[in-house]
């Protein structure tokens, strides 16, 4: 079992509609947690931080849920330079700050 | 750019051949972050640096695979006697100290024929 799991998608949506990502990490020492977004043939790159206490970015929503484990991002009003993959991201307590990835889940916002 | 530079940007080599890939960090970042990225997954851990020292080389996948970065900054990532499998997106990331955000390059794009 890989330490995140995400949804591969795709997910195809119109302009303007709310999608939600989800996600889910095996290991319970994770403390540190993000979301990353990563456009064809590019580098990732930091979305946002997911805060225990649930954090809002322009349309962005961060959920965490430290008890199942679960990590969400909502989009509201999509736009079509959302189209990308979006990373569900940890860091393991008491590691050197590497990063374990999410397989990604792509996103595709339709005109 | 003051961004994380890394090079070739693409690399096609045969197989059995050796290849080296550089990463020039953000200038000042303490840690560095090698990360290979199979078509279609996400970016998986490789090796860390402190400066100089090495601290982590547990996501190394084989004894083909070596990296250094003798004077703390510029980094190189070598792999010997490339096999089919190592073909991938090598990224590098670093960061101003341990468990700061990770800036990434573009990644060098290796393809073993």
């Known amino acids: 079992r890989k330490e995140v799991e995400q949804d591969p998608g795709p997910f195809n949506v119109p302009e303007g509609a709310t999608v939600a990502f989800n996600c889910t990490y095996s290991n319970s020492a994770s403390q540190s947690f993000f979301w990353y977004r990563q456009d064809c043939r590019k580098e990732p790159k930091l979305l946002m931080s997911v805060y225990s206490s649930g954090n809002e970015d322009g349309r962005f929503t961060a959920q965490l849920n430290r008890a199942s484990q679960y990590i969400s991002l909502l989009i509201r009003d999509s736009k079509l330079s959302d189209s990308a993959t979006y990373l569900c991201v940890v860091n393991v307590r008491g590691s050197q700050g590497n990063l374990i990835f999410g397989k990604g889940t792509k996103l595709s916002v339709k005109p | 750019g003051a961004g994380v530079s890394q090079s070739p940007r693409y690399k096609v080599a045969k197989r059995g051949q050796d290849v080296a890939l550089r990463c020039d960090p953000i200038s000042g970042h303490v840690s560095l972050f090698w990360y290979q990225q199979a078509l279609g997954q996400g970016p998986e851990f490789l090796t860390y640096?402190?400066?100089?020292?090495?601290?982590?080389k547990s996501g190394l996948p084989s004894d083909r695979f070596f990296a250094e970065r003798p004077e703390g900054s510029v980094s190189t990532l070598k792999i010997q006697r490339t096999q089919q499998e190592d073909s991938a997106v090598y990224l590098c990331?670093?960061?101003?100290?341990?468990?700061?955000?990770?800036?990434f390059g573009d990644g060098t794009r290796l393809s073993i024929l």
């Open positions: 990331a670093s960061s101003l100290a341990m468990n700061q955000p990770q800036h």
């Open positions: 640096f402190q400066n100089e020292a090495q601290l982590d």
